[in-house]
Structures are given as structure tokens and as C-alpha cells.
């Protein structure tokens, strides 16, 4: 049994290797990854193609981008895409707009802190799901309940990371403003607000996907409309491809929202040393 | 001729509410040094040398007594004093310039004349260059050059130096040194530096403050009578040793007594 | 200069005691037990007053009371029952479905059936995927796009394809759990591997450890906090299944429940159930904690 990789070295010690074995270990993690992936695309191809598990059940990846295809030619899909879309935009949108400057205010006042702590605790331990009874009650099926649930999944995390963000402001920072006889809002915008940026970060990644799920749970549950609307009544008509292909637009657009989100965040923080 | 910064009477105390005592941290500390003078503060551990340069600077209100700079009393931070600390706290999201004009930020210089100040101290410091680096690709001798640039750019008539080379390795200390003296020269600033190596108190000083164990006061001050420009092989003569010894023997006793306090102070915690 | 000359000159009398550098601690008794007991006396002192004005909604209270000033508008003051239900209200559904007509328990035990089977799934594959991930680098490049590619998604949006699967029932509930919580211990368990001291690991070595006792020695004991974070977090994630999974017409569980009563908008019920998942919640990561600390113990704290 070998030792974990990267302890290897403090074990054992370098090990000579030749050039080729050199190539190989540079691009060995895609290789691995691409190759495992590409080898359960084919196995999957193969057993649903033939019919050894019955396409009705688990598709095959051909199939799935052939109804990708047809769909997207569709004005239904377009208009479930538009739908699902707009519920994600103004659910974060709104986190985005709330949650920062109430998660910097509180980081900053004690008091307010203690006073909606309760509350701020209290929508972190509930999940969103068991509360969508309550917001079709008052928001009917349409978009609006959908765009609460979104609202609700994404501002509690920002709200929590910049918070913590703003309290962790390192002292000795601070303590190099006052030195300098800064104002209170000269060590705001130059001390606590640079530093609170990467607790922003993370926090806006978390309540994306958060939101994101937010999208499904809602229009899973009850929905005239959208992607997760799309993906149930394909389901219950075992169309299994378009299943497919809709838990696929989820994923790719997961990793779209994060791929940015990581874009716009090493714009921000040049000066940070990237690990590795 | 009047003193350029003079402390009188300093005592501070502080309220512990978790045993509901009073600590005393400084007892009567007298000090006075006079235009241009290099002096240094040396004692053992957790007599108050830093908390009296804190005084100094104004982040810490004085239980009584008063801090004069040019005759006049303070007791908030300001432009005529500035700090170099330990640890050079560059605010890792700025580059070198934007950390070396945060100072005059602070006082609202305009842009442009804050950037040519900025650079010429930059320049002083040896770190022409790197004005658009960030300070984790610095070593710790750079960042501390930047903090001292930093510093300087005020204009200050009193430079406070919190042991500015502490956590720089033996090697790069004792250039530091050198280079500092060079820097002091060509600045001509009033320094008041704090550090706990007698041997880098002695050859960057004119004087060197003894500080008491706690609660601090100075227990005597020390001329050294060396001429300038010092080398660094200054160190290795017999008239530096002699000094040393007379500052050794000063505060053998105060660090003995201290370190057995530590420990059972150590021992005692229950955070 | 003499001491009391000196004093005079500062404008102090030096005979008078010195101001403490933090005097602000110096106060009256009761301003400090209020400073200290602050976020609590807040804390309490605002949710009494939510619940307050919530009840004062439902009942009218507000209504009546402002009805002289705003006229016919006050009554938008008053909400009724169904749209927000009330504190008492809800606290006498507790007390008649805890206590009275029990039905609640059979609901926690049905759901508590499917989630205790999720997430000890969960634990089951996760965290040795999550070990194995962290000790044979290769393995976990193989692995890795497949685990990349769940955490990007909702998880939630499996939920039709596992009915098309396995149907509507147990079987479901337990594999949405399950593919919720499996993600917060497998990464847990990798980051916990990858990130044991390596100075231990060379001492270890340098002493003769086999690997097999390195692993037992020193990686399971340094993983240990990584995992009950991990585990922390699944719990979370696993109660999301638990109602996620009850949506298809579940027989009965807390979340079907909660959907049936909101269908016939027994808001009061509804209120109920969240109550009782956040309290079913709240316990668990408390006892988590609680191992947390006992298995810490030799950790210099914070």
C-alpha cells in the first residue's frame, strides 16, 4: 500500500525517473480524470445503445444530446431556460444587493449583531424546502415563490461570510491606520472593506450554489414553468434523455457561475500569493 | 535648548477585571532626548518598553503625566511622530507605493505630491524598482525597508522604532543595522528605538535607556561614546564589550526576576 | 521637581489615585453584568418582541390599537391565521401532535427511518472514497471529475431521475439523502488525508512505521476534526433530503406532512414541522460537537 502522494516526499525522498515517465506525471491528472470519464461515457454509450439496460431507464449519452438538440430548437425550452434564469438573477441579485451592505453593518456593530444573530441562526438551520409550503401560500406558484427561495438560499451565506469577513480584520492593521491618525471611515474603506473582499468571495460562491439548488427545490415542488419544472414532468413521462440533459444544464451552469465568480475574484486580489 | 521629545512622570496602569486588580505597567518613566539624537530603550521582557512607545505615539492614554514634542504636550497620535513597528503590517493589498503614501492618504497630501514623496523615500530605502510589487513578493528585510519608507514619508520629528528587526534572521539584522544608520543620517530624524539585543542598541545609539523589569522606569542611561560613521566591526572592540557588559549587569537581575514570573504566570492560564 | 509640585503642574492632585488606562471597566455593577450578559439580554429582548408583534398580527392588536388613527386601513394590520398562524397557535398544534394525538412521532420515525439510512450510507461510501482519494493520487484523479461535476450541480435535480430508477418510496428518500450528504465527507475525508503534517510523517518514518500503521497512527487520528466537520455538514445537507425526498407523496415523514398541512393550509401544522426539523437538527450537531470536544481534547486552545 503506498503512502498518500504528497507525503511521499517526506517519507521516502526523491526517486530518480526517466524523461517519458517525467511527461506522463506532468499531465497525469488530466490524463486519469479524462481518460476515466471518457472510458464511463463509452461504457454507458454501449449499455444503453444495446440495449443491456433498458434506455428508458438510464439513456445514453448520444440520445442525451440528441434531445439537447431538439430542445433547443424548441420555444418551450428557451422559454423554461428564460424563466429559470430570471428566478436565479433576481433571487441573487437581491441577496447580493441586501446581504453585503447588512453583513458589513453588522460586522461592524456589536449591537446588531446580538439583535438579528436569532434570526440569522435561525434561517441557516432551516432548510429552504420546508418552508415552501409556507411561501407558495403567500407568493402563489409563479415566479415569485421561486425567487424568495432563491433570495433566502444565497443571502443568508453572504450575509454570514461578510460578516465574518468584517470581524476578522486583523488588529494590526488597524492599528497601523489609528497610527497614522486615519478616520473612521478612512480605516473602513482602506482597512476592513479590503480585507472583508475574499470573505465576500466565498461567500458569494456558497450562495450561488445555493441559489441554484434553490431554483430546482422550488419549481420541483410546484412550478408552471423552467428548467426544474422541465426535468419533473420529463421524468414522470420517463423521458429519461431530457432528464438527462436538464440535470446537465444544472451542472454547466453551476460550474459557469463559479468559473466567473473565481474570474472576477483574482481581478480583485492581484495581490494575493496563489497557492500553488 | 529645549528637549525635541520629552516624557515626564509617564505612569500607566491598567484595570484587570478578570482578578478585579490593578496592574502597573509603567512607574515615573523620565526621558528627554534632544534633536537628531539616535537613543535607544533596552530591558527585559514585559517591562513596558513597547507600551511606552505606544504612550509616546498617543494610542495609549497615560494614567499621568505628559509627552512633549517641541515643548508641546500630546496625547493623540500625529504627523510629528511616526512608527515603525515589529511587524511591518504593509497592508497586503497595496503595492509598495500605495503602502508607502497610506500616511499621507490619511492626512489628505494630494495624489501627486504624495507619489513623488513616496518615491524618493522608496529611493532612500534602497527598493527603487519595486514601487508596483505587492509585499508578499518581498522578503521580510524589504518589507521592513517599506515600512520605514513609510514612516519617513511623514516627515515626523520623532521616529519611533518598535523592534524593527526582531523577526529578521541574525545575518540581515546586523546589515539592517548598517543600512539604518545610513538611512538616519541622510533623513536627520530624532529616533526613539526600542529593542531587546544590547549589542544593536549600542552601536545605533548616541544613548541607550535602561528599562527596570516591570513596572517600567528608566533605571539609567547610558552615553555611547563611540564615534560616527560606525562599522559594523565596532562590535568586536573591547570599548563596545565594556558598555555591553556595564547594560548586561543593569538588567541581569530585572530578567531573572522576570522570566521566574513568566513561568508561573504561564501556569496559570486558563483561557 | 517634587512629586506634589509636579502634580499641581499637570493639573492633578498627586495624592488622588490614577486613572486606569481602560477606566471605561470602572462602572456601575449593573452597566457591567448588562455589557457582559449583552448579547443574550438583546438577543432574548428582540425575539420577545417578534413574537409579540406576530401575535399581535394575528390576533388584531395592532389593528385595534391604530384603527382610531388609520381608519379602515388598520385592518391591514390584522393577517389572517391561515396566511401567518401565530405563536399560540402554533404552540398548542405542537403541544396537541406531540402530546395529544402523537401523530407527530410516527412522521419522525418514518422520516428518521430514511435519514438514518441516507447518511449512514453516506458515511459508509464517503469517507472511505474520501481516505482512499487522499492516500492513492491516482485514484482520486479518476474519481475527480465525477465528484467535481456533483458538487456543481444541485443535487436536488437527480431527484426525478432516482425516481425513474428506484420508483417512489424508501429506496428514493434513502438515495437522495444519500446524495446529499456523501459530498461534505468525501471531500472532507481527501482534504483530511492530503493535509496530515508531514513532519509527523517523516518522524514516523524515520522511527520505522509501516504504512499501514502510519495510516492508524498518524493520519486517522489528525483526520478526526476534518471528518466531524464533514459530518456536521452532511447532517445539514441530509435533512434537506429528508424533505427533498418526502415531495413525491410520501406515506408519511415529517416533510410530507409539512406538505399536506400546507396544502390544506394548516399553517400552524406547517410551522410545526420546520420547528421540529430545526430542533431534530440542532440536536444532532450539538452531539457532534460534543464528540468534537471529547475526541479534542489534547488540542491547545484556540
Not at chain 2, 548598517?178 to 533623513?187: F, K, N, S, T
Not at chain 3, 509527523?200 to 478526526?224: E, M, N, Q
Request: glycine content about 10%; hydrophobic content about 50%.
Amino acid at each position: 500500500m503506498a503512502i498518500p502522494a504528497n507525503l511521499e516526499l517526506a517519507a521516502h525522498g526523491e526517486r530518480p525517473r526517466s524523461s517519458l515517465t517525467r511527461l506522463y506525471l506532468e499531465h497525469e491528472r488530466l490524463a486519469i480524470g479524462g481518460g476515466t470519464l471518457a472510458a464511463v461515457l463509452l461504457l454507458w454509450e454501449a449499455l444503453g445503445r444495446s440495449g443491456l439496460v433498458d434506455p428508458l431507464f438510464i439513456s445514453f449519452p448520444t440520445q442525451v444530446a440528441q434531445a439537447g438538440w431538439q430542445l433547443s430548437h424548441g420555444r418551450d425550452f428557451w422559454n423554461d431556460v428564460e424563466v429559470s434564469a430570471s428566478e436565479f438573477i433576481l433571487g441573487y441579485g437581491a441577496a447580493l444587493a441586501l446581504a453585503i451592505p447588512l453583513g458589513l453593518a453588522v460586522g461592524l456593530s456589536k449591537r446588531l449583531q446580538y439583535m438579528i444573530g436569532p434570526f440569522v441562526d435561525t434561517l441557516n438551520a432551516v432548510p429552504r424546502v420546508t418552508l415552501l409550503p409556507l411561501i407558495i401560500i403567500w407568493c402563489g406558484i409563479g415566479i415569485w415563490s421561486k425567487v424568495v427561495v432563491v433570495f433566502l438560499g444565497a443571502a443568508i451565506p453572504i450575509l454570514i461570510n461578510t460578516q465574518s469577513g468584517v470581524k476578522t480584520s486583523e488588529a494590526r492593521f488597524i492599528r497601523v491606520a489609528r497610527s497614522f491618525s486615519a478616520s473612521r471611515l478612512k480605516i473602513f474603506s482602506s482597512i476592513i472593506l479590503p480585507g472583508t473582499v475574499p470573505f465576500i468571495f466565498t461567500g458569494l460562491k456558497y450562495g450561488a450554489g445555493r441559489a441554484l439548488l434553490g431554483v430546482v427545490v422550488g419549481e420541483l415542488y410546484a412550478s408552471t414553468a423552467g428548467l426544474g419544472h422541465m426535468i419533473a414532468d420529463a421524468g414522470n413521462t420517463f423521458q429519461t434523455d431530457v432528464v438527462f440533459f436538464g440535470v446537465l444544464v444544472f451542472m454547466a451552469t453551476g460550474l459557469i457561475v463559479v468559473a466567473l465568480l473565481d474570474a472576477v475574484e483574482r481581478r480583485f486580489e492581484k495581490w494575493r500569493p496563489r497557492p500553488r | 535648548m529645549p528637549a525635541k521629545l520629552e516624557a515626564q512622570d509617564i505612569r500607566l496602569e491598567y484595570f484587570q477585571p478578570r482578578t478585579n486588580t490593578r496592574l502597573l505597567a509603567l512607574d515615573g518613566v523620565d526621558l528627554k532626548i534632544m534633536d537628531g539624537e539616535f537613543v535607544s530603550i533596552v530591558g527585559p521582557s514585559g517591562c513596558g518598553k513597547t507600551t511606552f512607545l505606544s504612550v509616546v505615539d498617543g494610542l495609549i492614554a497615560a494614567s499621568a503625566g505628559r509627552i512633549l514634542v517641541d515643548g508641546q504636550a500630546v496625547t493623540k497620535p500625529g504627523p510629528d511622530r511616526a512608527v515603525v513597528f515589529q511587524d511591518a503590517s504593509l497592508l497586503p493589498w497595496r503595492t509598495v507605493l500605495n503602502n508607502v503614501r497610506y500616511g499621507l492618504e490619511c492626512l489628505n497630501v494630494g495624489a501627486r505630491e504624495a507619489k513623488e514623496r513616496a518615491s524618493h523615500f522608496i529611493n532612500l530605502v534602497g527598493l527603487s524598482g519595486f514601487e508596483h510589487h505587492y509585499p508578499y513578493e518581498l522578503s521580510g528585510g524589504m518589507q521592513q525597508r517599506v515600512n520605514l519608507a513609510r514612516a519617513l514619508v511623514m516627515d515626523p520629528k520623532i521616529l519611533l522604532m518598535d523592534e524593527p528587526f526582531a523577526s529578521l534572521d541574525a545575518q540581515t539584522r546586523e546589515l539592517m543595522q548598517e543600512e539604518l544608520l545610513q538611512i538616519w543620517v541622510q533623513a536627520k530624524k530624532t529616533v526613539l528605538f526600542v529593542t531587546h539585543q544590547i549589542d544593536e542598541a549600542i552601536y545605533l545609539s548616541d544613548r541607550v535607556a535602561v528599562f527596570s523589569g516591570r513596572p517600567g522606569k528608566v533605571k539609567a542611561t547610558i552615553a555611547v561614546a563611540i564615534e560616527r560613521p560606525r562599522r559594523l566591526a565596532i562590535k568586536r572592540e573591547p570599548r563596545f564589550h565594556a558598555i555591553e557588559d556595564r547594560i548586561w549587569g543593569l538588567i541581569e537581575g530585572d530578567v531573572k526576576v522576570d522570566r521566574n514570573r513568566r513561568n508561573i504566570d504561564r501556569s496559570d492560564r486558563s483561557f | 521637581m517634587t512629586d506634589a509640585a509636579n502634580g499641581r503642574r499637570n493639573g492633578m492632585s498627586s495624592t488622588a489615585p490614577m486613572r486606569a488606562a481602560n477606566d471605561e471597566l470602572q462602572m456601575p455593577v449593573a452597566l457591567r453584568w448588562y455589557l457582559v450578559h449583552e448579547r443574550v439580554i438583546l438577543g432574548t429582548l428582540v425575539v420577545m418582541l417578534f413574537l409579540i408583534g406576530w401575535e399581535g398580527l394575528e390576533r388584531g392588536w395592532w389593528a385595534d390599537m391604530l384603527r382610531p388613527l388609520l381608519g379602515a386601513s388598520a385592518e391591514r394590520l390584522q393577517l389572517k391565521p391561515i396566511f401567518i398562524s401565530s405563536p399560540t397557535l402554533i404552540a398548542a398544534a405542537a403541544f396537541r401532535m406531540f402530546f395529544v394525538t402523537g401523530e407527530i412521532w410516527r412522521d419522525l420515525a418514518w422520516s428518521g427511518a430514511g435519514y438514518v439510512l441516507g447518511l449512514g450510507l453516506a458515511i459508509a461510501v464517503g469517507i472511505p472514497l474520501g481516505l482512499a482519494g487522499g492516500w492513492y493520487r491516482r485514484f482520486s484523479y479518476a474519481v475527480e471529475p465525477f465528484l467535481s461535476a456533483l458538487n456543481a450541480t444541485p443535487q436536488v435535480a437527480f431527484l426525478p431521475l432516482i425516481v425513474v430508477w428506484v420508483g417512489t418510496g424508501l429506496g428514493q428518500r434513502v438515495l437522495i439523502i444519500f446524495l446529499l450528504a456523501v459530498l461534505p465527507l468525501a471531500i472532507n475525508a481527501h482534504a483530511a488525508v492530503r493535509t496530515t503534517d508531514p513532519r509527523l510523517v517523516k518522524v514516523a518514518s524515520s522511527l520505522g512505521a509501516s504504512d499501514w500503521r502510519l495510516l492508524r497512527t498518524i493520519i486517522l487520528p489528525s483526520a478526526v476534526p476534518f471528518l466531524l466537520a464533514g459530518l456536521r455538514l452532511a447532517i445539514g445537507r441530509g435533512m434537506i433530503g429528508v424533505v427533498v425526498g418526502e415531495i413525491y407523496g410520501s406515506a408519511a415523514g415529517v416533510g410530507a406532512m409539512i406538505n399536506q398541512a400546507g396544502a390544506r393550509f394548516q399553517t400552524d401544522k406547517v410551522f410545526v414541522g420546520v420547528l421540529t426539523i430545526i430542533a431534530a437538527g440542532v440536536i444532532l450537531v450539538e452531539i457532534v460537537q460534543r464528540i468534537e470536544r471529547r475526541v479534542d481534547v489534547w488540542r491547545a486552545p484556540a
